[in-house]
């Protein structure tokens, strides 16, 4: 079965919006597109473009799709090439033209969809989509998380974890790393069962 992986960049303080770009989500008036661009190092670049290693599918959400197709078929380079070879996957509650090659938009049942991707994929990426994110959040449709936190706090934006994450365990997978700028690099794995409680009182020492 395959993996569907979510990759993100992130604030500290949990901001997912218009990482890139100051036209990529101007939604809600915000202010900060293309917040991460100051922030970009080798390390980052490296790392992010290892970490497409295995890649065979693109699953996005609407706005992503259209962000992406309007840019990397003009592309070149690595990530360009790899984009533009393997099938994308297109969540929407509507019905929109995907002029990008071997595209193709997801059933009404969007979960069910998804499902039916990990038996044909092995590696499947679902990168911002911040909206589309959150239905799989609730779902708990994903193998991996991948963070990259960055040293910033904006207020205001779109958040990664949005009102309604149902209680998830997940566990790091590799060490943490940190880049030259101050991005963290921070890999999950979805785990079993919910968050556990106890009661730290119980184990101090009697004084």
């Given at each position: 079965?395959?993996?569907i992986?979510?990759d993100?960049f992130t604030?500290?303080?949990?901001?997912?919006?218009?990482?890139?770009g100051?036209?990529?989500?101007p939604a809600?008036?915000?202010?900060?597109?293309?917040?991460?661009?100051p922030?970009?190092d080798?390390?980052?670049?490296?790392q992010?473009q290892?970490?497409?290693?295995?890649?065979?599918a693109l699953?996005?959400?609407?706005?992503?799709?259209?962000?992406f197709a309007a840019y990397w078929p003009?592309?070149?380079?690595?990530?360009?090439?790899?984009?533009?070879?393997i099938p994308k996957?297109v969540a929407?509650?509507?019905a929109?033209?995907?002029?990008?090659a071997d595209?193709?938009l997801?059933?009404p049942d969007?979960?069910a969809?998804?499902?039916?991707?990990r038996?044909r994929h092995?590696?499947?990426?679902?990168?911002?989509?911040?909206?589309f994110?959150q239905?799989?959040?609730?779902?708990?449709?994903f193998?991996?998380?991948?963070?990259w936190v960055y040293?910033i706090l904006?207020?205001s934006?779109?958040k990664?974890f949005?009102?309604?994450?149902?209680?998830t365990?997940?566990?790091?997978?590799?060490p943490?790393?940190?880049?030259?700028?101050?991005?963290?690099?921070q890999?999950y794995a979805?785990?079993?069962g919910?968050?556990?409680v106890g009661d730290?009182a119980?184990?101090?020492?009697e004084?």
């Amino acid at each position: 079965m395959g993996l569907i992986h979510i990759d993100l960049f992130t604030t500290l303080d949990g901001v997912a919006q218009a990482p890139g770009g100051p036209d990529e989500d101007p939604a809600d008036g915000f202010e900060f597109g293309g917040w991460q661009a100051p922030l970009i190092d080798e390390v980052v670049g490296e790392q992010i473009q290892s970490g497409m290693a295995g890649m065979d599918a693109l699953l996005l959400g609407r706005r992503t799709y259209d962000i992406f197709a309007a840019y990397w078929p003009h592309q070149h380079g690595d990530i360009a090439q790899l984009f533009n070879r393997i099938p994308k996957y297109v969540a929407s509650r509507q019905a929109p033209t995907l002029e990008w090659a071997d595209s193709t938009l997801l059933g009404p049942d969007v979960a069910a969809g998804v499902r039916e991707l990990r038996d044909r994929h092995e590696n499947i990426h679902v990168i911002g989509s911040l909206n589309f994110v959150q239905t799989l959040f609730a779902e708990k449709l994903f193998d991996r998380l991948t963070l990259w936190v960055y040293p910033i706090l904006l207020g205001s934006g779109k958040k990664v974890f949005a009102d309604g994450v149902v209680p998830t365990n997940l566990t790091l997978i590799e060490p943490v790393l940190a880049s030259p700028k101050g991005a963290v690099l921070q890999r999950y794995a979805l785990a079993e069962g919910t968050p556990g409680v106890g009661d730290m009182a119980a184990g101090e020492p009697e004084g």
